[in-house]
């Protein structure tokens, strides 16, 4: 059964109050919700119900990464877009014309309940904040300081 806004409401409040968030909205009139993780407001998972897509979107800001690294992390993140069969659908935006940077999957409807939802939450929470410290930085991954010559790979330095 696919469920409906109000189920949908039921079921965020149940996974705000499971793990502890600081707050939890929701917009009736575009069928959206928005779980603020901690009381400064700095990780917040946004949701939008799309009945007829039949997916609830999943949507967290990542940051906008240092002007100077900017191609690079755009490039690293249109490259892990590419590998979406493999991220489960996971795949990112600029959500600003500031360069913000967004996260977005999407969850079927078809049978979601708060067990799954909640693990939606933690997975797009703990990835977020993964991929946050990447963009902070520009993607900038400093190879391991070990002898020898350093081959560049695609996410990190292969020592040879």
């Keep these: 059964m696919t469920p409906s806004f109000d189920d949908v409401s039921r079921m965020l409040l149940e996974v ?4 502890g968030a600081a707050d939890l909205v929701a917009f009736d009139a575009i ?13 917040t998972i946004v949701f939008d119900l799309s009945p007829q897509a039949g997916k609830l979107f999943v949507t967290a800001r990542v940051g906008q990464p240092p002007e100077d690294r900017r191609l690079e992390t755009y490039a690293r993140l249109l490259e892990i877009n590419g590998f979406w ?9 600029l959500d600003a014309a500031d360069g913000t940077l967004t996260m977005i999957d999407d ?32 993607w900038k991954i400093d190879p391991p300081q070990e002898d020898g010559p350093v081959i560049p790979g695609n996410n990190s330095a292969i020592r040879a």
């Design 16 to 19: 705000a109050r499971s793990i």
């Design 31 to 43: 069928q959206s919700w928005a779980i603020a993780l901690d009381s400064a407001d700095a990780e």
């Design 85 to 93: 069969p493999d991220t489960g659908g996971a795949r990112f935006a």
């Design 107 to 138: 969850v079927l409807l078809h049978d979601l309940d708060a067990g799954h939802l909640e693990t939606v939450v933690k997975d797009v929470a703990e990835n977020a904040r993964m991929i946050r410290s990447l963009v902070a930085v520009g």
